[in-house]
Structures are given as C-alpha cells and as structure tokens.
C-alpha cells in the first residue's frame, strides 16, 4: 500500500517528482550527458532534477509514491526498448538518459494535445491562471496547437447543436473552502492518492473507466460536503489544474508573495507558508519543509483563518466602570492608564497579593514571558497561571517526577519508528489531525495500536487501519487499567530488566514490583471496576511489551481527572518497565491542546515555578531575575486559578489580568467562575473578541492574532517555531506590545522594541532556552529544547544516556476512586472533548466556515440509554449534574458505551461546563472535565438558565456608539 512519504529538504522549494530513497549504496548515470550520483533505488525523474534537469510531468509528485499514469515524462535510455516513464524507472549504474529526443518530444506533444483536446481553453479567466501546472507543461512540451476535434467531451455543458452535454457535470461548490469542477479534471489521480498517502482518510476514488473515468468524493450522489472528506486541503494542494480550488483564490486572485508562519490552533504546529496579495490573506498553504507536518495540514490551519478580518473582532480599546454599563470606546493611552490606576489602587487598598494574571497558551513564547513578567515584577507577587492547569498541568507534575522533567520525549518523526502504540485519553484524528494522519500511515505499513478510551474513536477502526486492542475503560479508571496493564509486565517477566538495572532506581524498582505485582492490580481483579475483559486487557499488555518499539501518545483524557497527575506517573512506569525510552520510536508523548500550551508553561506562568520549571522558593534561580529586573522576587508560590476565585469569592482577590483565555467558557462549574468574575473590582480581558469572560470586564484590550505578530510557538514535541507578522496589527498593536504598555503604565519602564529582544532574555535566564536565538531558528528553521552549549542544535530526543534528574524514578500508583459517583439520580458518566472542525472554546472556528460542519454541540448518546428515556436522533435534552444543567439535542451513536455520555464544549449558546464539578487532580488542580455524574432526560429546548446567561451577554456587550 502506498503511503504518504516525507519530502526532503530543498533549498530552492522545487518537486522532484518522487520521494527521496534512503540508502548507503549510491549510482552515478548520466542524464542529458551530464554525470549525477543518487542513492540506489531513485527515479529517473528525481536524478534528473537533481541533476537541474526538470522533465514534464501531471501526475507525479515528491510526497507521493511514483504513479506512472500521465505518460508525460518519457524518456530514452541507451541499451533499452521503449520510452519508459522516468517516474517509475530507477537508476541503474552507468545509466545513460536521454531526456529531450525527437522521438520523445512527438510523444509528449501527442500525450498533451489529448489532454487539451478535453480540457476548456478558458485560460485568461480561470482562477489557476499562472498557478496550473497543465498550461506549464503545455508550454513546456512546446504545444502551440491541437489537431483533434472530439465528438464527445467534458467541458461543454451543451453540445454544437444545443443538446445537453450527458458527459458534462455540473461544479460542485458545497464545500465552504473550495471547488470541484469536473470539466478542468485530467483524471491524472494525485487528489486520490494525496487522499490516501498524505491525508489517510480514502475519501476519493476514481468511478468509472476510460473516457467515463471520474473523481468522486464517495457515492455519485455524494457531494464534497456531505462525503466523508475531512477537507485537510491535500487534494486541492495536489491538484494540478484548477478541479479542485481554494475560493479564496477565485475571489482574490492568485498570490504574489508568501511569508512562512507557524499555525495557531492545536499542539503539532503546523508550518505554513501564509500566501499573500498586498496585505490581504489569499490562502495558507502547508510548508513542505515544516518538521512538524511535513508539508500536511487539517482543516483548521488550512483554511479556517477567517477569523482573523471577522466582523466580531474587536478593534479599539474598551473600559467601563461597572460590569453592567455598556463599553466606552477609548484611546490604549485611556484604557492602559484606567487599567493601571485601578489594579493599583486594589493593591493599595487590600495588599500586593489581591490581584493576579492569566497568560495565554494561543499566544507567542515571547508575549507570555512579558505576562508572567508583568504579574512578578510589575504586580510584585506569584498569582499567575494559564490554561495548562485545566489541561496538562498534571503532565508537568507526574513527568517531572518521573523523568525530570515536563514535557514530551519525542519528536512527531519518532512515530514513524514505532512499532506498537499505546493511545490513551486522546483522540489525533480530531484534536491532533496531522499528527493522527502520521500515526495511521505508520499503522497502515504494519505497526500494532492499543486504544484506551471510553468511546470507539476513529483509530479503533477506520478504512485500512484497526486497533489490535480497544480497551473501553469506564471514565475515571485510568488508574486502576494501567496499574492492570502494569501487572501483567512484571508478574509474567516481561519487563527489561537491562534497561532498569542501568537507568533506573532498582530498589524503588524493586518497591514498586512488589506494590504492582500485588493480586489487586490483576486485570481479572480490576474488570469489574473498569469494565475492560481481562483477557483483552492481558493481550494488550503483551502486545506491548513484545512489541518491539513501544510509544504511549495521551490527552487530556489522561490528565483531566482527579487522579490525572497519578496516571502520567503510570504511563511513565509502563514506558520505563518495557525499555521504551531513549531513542526514536519510543517514549512518553502528550498530545498538547493548544498551539503554545508547552510554550506557557516553559515559560514561567504557573504560580510556584519560573521559566524553565524552576520553583520560585529556589534562592539562586530568583537571583537571577532579581538582578536582571532590580526587584525582589516573592519566594513563595501564588494563587492558582481556581484558588483566585476562591478568593474572589471570600473578597481578598480583586482584580484580574487575562490575556488571550476564556475561562468562563473553558473552565468548570461556571456558575463558581462567574460568581468569582462578578465579585472582582477590575477584571481585564485582552483578547481578539467580546468573549464570554468579557461580560464580567472592565477593561477591555483587543489582540492580535497570529497573522499580525513576530514570536514563537513551542509544540508538543519541543519543537519552538517562528511566527512571523504578515500583515499589519489590526488593532495598531501586537499583543506584546499591548502587555509592554500596560507594564510601563504600571511604572515598569520597559523598553523592548521587538520580540527577538524578550527571546534574548528569556535564552539569558533559562538554561533549556540558552542556546535560542531568532537568528539560531532562522538558521535551522526549528529547534527543540534543551538547546544550550550541550546540545546547539536542540534535542529531537529526550534522556538517550540518562534521565535528566538521573535516574527515573518508578512511584506507586495507588487507584483512587473519584467522589464523583453515579447513583439513581444521576446514573450516566459524562465526559466531554473536541471535534475536527473546532477547536477549543470556539472563539476562533465559530467565526469561519467550519460550522457547516458542526454548528452546535451534540449529546452522544447510546442507543440502549437513548430508547431507555425514549429519546430519538436530534431531540432536545435536559442533562443535568449535581452543579447544574443545560439542554442539547441528541445524536444516537455506538461511540459510546452504554452508561456513558458524551459532548463537546465549543459553543457558548450549550454552556457544558455549566455541568461539570470542582473536583479536581490531587496535585495539580486541573479538573475533572471527564467525569460526570449526569441524568439525560427529554426536553423543550433551551433551559432558563440559558436563556438568562443569552440575555446576560447581550447586555454585556453594548457599546455605547451602537446602545445610544
């Protein structure tokens, strides 16, 4: 089967046609007589180009497998019979090649004049005019007419005498982001492959043969919209004419220049190059030699940027003195100076602690060190946190413990060396989509899957991949499956003792055994209670640890549980047991949320810890930044979030800066949140839109998205890429402008006037930053830390001679139940997550096209639960908790298991986390989103209480132009 191949790094961006081959035995042949060597097994084609020599070709491309349909790039080689294709002819030693006969050129000649003679000549308005490689190679073979005149075509919608064409088919335009047009198809397949090698999703197929052959996005009925195509663009960017074609460029116009960023959404981070007109925003396309996604995206980077110009966004500073008066337009000299006047006189009336931050995981490495900065020097105290303590927090925690430190052990290449992959509380092909199109190559070529998850997520069975294993665990027992899992690989033997005995503690080693081997932790003894058959359990254990190279990829359902720092550390146990660190192909990976969620947290914003995860109480690691800022650090740990609404609450916690977070949308049991909002003196909101924290503000700062910026983003893997400013701030300032400005209004006196200064800081005082630089990463395109001295050129993989706190560490996993309990009242588990189409809380992807695909959140809902309450598909229901209820309609899935329930959390309208408790991660805080004790019961509609919060909003976002 063919799969999607990594294209390799060429400076001046050019396709060679097919995939670089990797071998140690090299060949020179000569092409056109000029001498060329190229590893054993290249293409005729690919040689030829490297040799500078560009033979025509349609359906060839370097990140697919050579196809050999368009008979386009014929060659001659002396000693052989024939014209052979260049694209599926490998090189032999001492090959001889020509490229440019007579013979060859009437070849092409004729192969073209076919193409054209069904093709529409409507080339002066076409939208890939100058952008369609057929009228390149039209050009390129010589072409200047064409002798046939076809008694049946594609393209005309009428014939000569009037009649319907049976042969034309009409455009299909149902796809909010591009076009199909069947009359520009030259059946060359790139779209089919690209579907099936880069995407892996097999949406498209080729329906008929010969003349009749057609591309077809499922049945012949089907559209693009309603297919099962997920619209990641690999179509479209394969597309060599003008069939498939981004509607940006049809309205805009082709563009003339492109500027390489980094994506805003989830954690792969994704490099594109951002295709540009003047200063307007034609399309994003994905950069073919970004490390991360290697020249692959999602729907989301690729075309749901529309945000960005949305007529929502707003522009002009905002302030108002009570939550219940409409906003004041005002200039960022009013609205900084009224901010700062108001956080001090807080800190004047009720101490230096009664106010706090929030930093953003959407914005840049950069703009969240001056956030973090702002609040310890600026502020004078430690209550900072981001939005990793409602998401990854236990990561940090439970890796820490383990390893040493808080992040991810791999890079996103690693998968490709896996032999059997463990995915657990995480779902790639919505919330991480390239990375999940990578993981389902590596499947399709062989590699074993163990799914751990409460629903039957993609991955467990989709076209040509299937889980070995789908441990349907019940929410809230991670603990109790991999401490099982755990019991299997010590009680039977299966545990690399080498690997232990060299790298890790072998008396707490010894310990742990002991505590795991006990009978308790037996797949068998633990059934009843997860709900996962033991002898599936078992097998899975063996699976994994007879596999060969094992990695472990987790989510949020890992982290967002109460024992969710607990289960990182029996993650880390299991990958350390069977040998699985250290080297490509293995390891402990979190999938991370949000574009710079990695980012935030190395860059000091959690409460108890500086940048590089160094705890405040240290007297050394403060000296550091007490000189460089001439202040004293406070050496004890702030407020967390929901300790500063606790506070808020009691009135000892006053005034709130929150950059680019919507905590009242994201974070649990909002009626706690709001109460907390509502009872602060001065809450900031710097964000791009009136988001649903907005309506308790005071202050409002409008942002930038990352289209407007010059920064940074960190990925899962480690992985710091460049952001770069690609058209002007709509709003006059980038957003760490805005927060610079704040601070010096604060009396700060700061003085950076471009973000590659606060890079240059931050490398200063943080050792795994040391050797970061703008000039380092413009350079090498990327770096993963730890870059510094020992590693210049960062560090693809963690702990290859050792963990970096020495040993790893292996600690007991005790099972706890969470006091979330199911009982009469409410019998069903909640859990809740994303879906492809959105992304977070929504702010960014309800503002473009992707609702077309899901424009409100959906109940999943068991069909034996569903007829149990007499509930059918699309009806309106009540889910409520012990913290409150909302309404939704019902979809009826086998996704779930019965007992289970499950939605989504994009829409401010369904309000989900309205339902969801306090209970939190022992140790990190970060909330039990997964588990809910719910009842679904039938309904109306809408609950009052949403009807309330509507009303609430609306009233909160007058502003005075429009409300007088």
């Known amino acids: 089967m063919k799969d999607f191949i990594l294209p390799t790094k060429t400076p001046d961006g050019r396709d060679f046609g097919t995939p670089a081959v990797n071998s140690d035995v090299t060949v020179t042949l000569t092409v056109d007589g000029f001498p060329v060597t190229v590893p054993a097994g290249t293409s005729v084609m690919r040689a030829a180009s490297i040799a500078g020599i560009q033979i025509p070709k349609l359906c060839a491309s370097d990140n697919m497998a050579a196809f050999g349909s368009c008979r386009l790039c014929l060659v001659q080689i002396e000693g052989r019979n024939g014209t052979p294709a260049s694209c599926t002819t490998p090189v032999a030693e001492g090959m001889v090649v020509h490229t440019q006969t007579p013979e060859i050129k009437t070849l092409r000649k004729g192969v073209m004049e076919l193409y054209i003679s069904d093709h529409p000549l409507d080339c002066l308005t076409c939208a890939a005019n100058g952008d369609c490689e057929l009228q390149d190679m039209a050009g390129a073979v010589g072409l200047r007419d064409v002798r046939y005149e076809p008694k049946a075509d594609h393209f005309r919608a009428r014939d000569t005498s009037g009649e319907a064409n049976p042969d034309w088919m009409p455009k299909d335009d149902s796809n909010p982001y591009f076009t199909y047009d069947p009359s520009k198809c030259i059946v060359c397949s790139r779209c089919v492959r690209a579907c099936e090698e880069v995407q892996g999703t097999f949406a498209l197929t080729i329906q008929g043969r010969g003349f009749d052959s057609r591309v077809s996005a499922g049945m012949a009925s089907d559209d693009f919209l309603g297919s099962e195509c997920v619209s990641c663009g690999a179509c479209v960017q394969a597309c060599p004419t003008a069939t498939l074609q981004e509607k940006s460029v049809i309205e805009i116009g082709t563009p003339d220049r492109s500027i390489i960023t980094t994506c805003a959404y989830c954690g792969v981070g994704c490099s594109f190059e951002a295709q540009m007109r003047g200063d307007e925003l034609v399309r994003m396309v994905p950069y073919k030699h970004g490390k991360a996604n290697r020249g692959h995206s999602c729907v989301k980077g690729r075309f749901a940027y529309g945000y960005a110009s949305h007529s929502d966004r707003i522009l002009k500073p905002m302030i108002r003195d009570s939550i219940n008066d409409p906003w004041k337009e005002v200039s960022w000299d009013e609205a900084l100076g009224f901010a700062a006047t108001r956080m001090r006189a807080i800190q004047e009336a009720h101490g230096k602690n009664a106010i706090g931050g929030i930093t953003s995981s959407r914005c840049t490495n950069e703009e969240t060190y001056l956030v973090q900065k702002l609040v310890r020097q600026v502020f004078g105290t430690n209550n900072v946190d981001t939005c990793a303590r409602v998401c990854h927090s236990p990561t940090g925690y439970g890796l820490g413990r383990a390893f040493g430190t808080s992040a991810g052990t791999q890079d996103f290449d690693s998968v490709e060396q896996t032999d059997v992959v463990i995915v657990i509380g995480a779902n790639p092909t919505d919330g991480h989509p390239v990375f999940g199109s990578r993981l389902k190559k590596r499947l399709r070529e062989g590699a074993k899957l163990i799914v751990i998850d409460p629903r039957r997520i993609d991955l467990v069975k989709s076209p040509h991949i299937e889980a070995a294993h789908h441990l349907p665990l019940r929410p809230g027992t991670n603990v109790a499956v991999v401490s099982a ?25 010894q310990d742990y055994a002991a505590f795991i081997a006990d009978p308790r932790h037996a797949p068998e003894a633990t059934e009843l209670l997860t709900g996962v058959p033991s002898a599936e359990l078992r097998a899975a254990a063996h699976t994994f640890a007879r596999g060969g190279n094992g990695s472990i990829y987790y989510g949020l359902g890992v982290t967002e549980h109460s024992q969710g720092s607990t289960t990182v550390m029996g993650i880390a146990n299991l990958a350390m047991l069977t040998g699985n660190i250290g080297r490509p192909g293995v390891g402990v990976n979190p999938l991370r949320g949000q574009n710079n969620v990695q980012g935030s947290c190395d860059m000091g914003s959690f409460p108890h810890e500086l940048p590089g995860y160094r705890h405040v109480s240290g007297d050394e690691v403060r000296a550091i930044f007490d000189k460089l800022w001439g202040t004293e650090l406070n050496p004890e740990p702030g407020l967390r979030i929901p300790n500063m609404l606790d506070a808020a609450v009691d009135g000892s916690f006053r005034g709130l800066y929150i950059q680019g977070e919507d905590i009242l949308q994201s974070d649990p049991d909002t009626h706690h949140v709001s109460a907390g909002l509502a009872a602060m003196d001065c809450v900031i909101v710097h964000d791009l839109f009136l988001n649903e924290t907005a309506n308790y503000a005071h202050v409002f700062l409008p942002g930038s998205t990352f289209l407007e910026k010059d920064g940074t983003f960190t ?111 409410f019998p069903l588990l909640l859990t809740t997550g994303r879906i492809l189409s959105h992304y977070n809380v929504g702010a960014q992807t309800r503002r473009t096209a992707n609702v077309a695909w899901h424009p409100e959140d959906l109940l999943e809902m068991h069909p034996h639960d569903a007829e149990n309450r007499g509930m059918k598909e699309g009806d309106w229901a009540r889910l409520a908790s012990r913290a409150g209820e909302t309404t939704l309609r019902v979809k009826i899935t086998e996704r779930v298991s019965p007992g289970v329930v499950y939605t989504t959390f994009h829409h401010p309208a369904t309000q989900a986390n309205v339902i969801t408790t306090d209970y939190s991660d022992w140790a990190t805080n970060c909330p039990e989103y997964k588990v809910t004790a719910v009842q679904v019961s039938p309904s109306n509609g809408p609950t009052d209480w949403q009807e309330d919060y509507e009303a609430l909003s609306e009233r909160a976002r007058r502003i005075l132009p429009a409300a007088e």
């Open 485 to 509: 899992l755990a019991h299997v690989i010590v009680t039977e033997g299966l545990f690399d003792e080498a690997f232990i005995r060299e790298r890790c503690d072998w008396d707490e080693f």
């Open 715 to 825: 990925n899962a893997e480690r992985r710091i890429n460049r952001v770069r400013r690609v058209m002007a701030p709509k709003n006059g300032l980038a957003d760490w402008e805005v927060t610079l400005r704040l601070a010096n209004a604060m009396g700060a006196g700061w003085t950076y006037t471009h973000p590659a200064q606060i890079m240059d800081e931050i490398a200063m005082t943080t050792p795994s930053f040391a050797g970061v630089s703008y000039e380092r990463l413009e350079e090498m395109g990327s770096v993963q830390w730890p870059c510094n001295d020992s590693a210049p050129e960062g560090t693809p993989v963690m702990h290859v001679d050792g963990f970096v706190r020495g040993r790893g560490r292996f600690i007991n996993t005790e099972y706890v139940a969470t006091d979330e309990k199911t009982g009469p009242r």
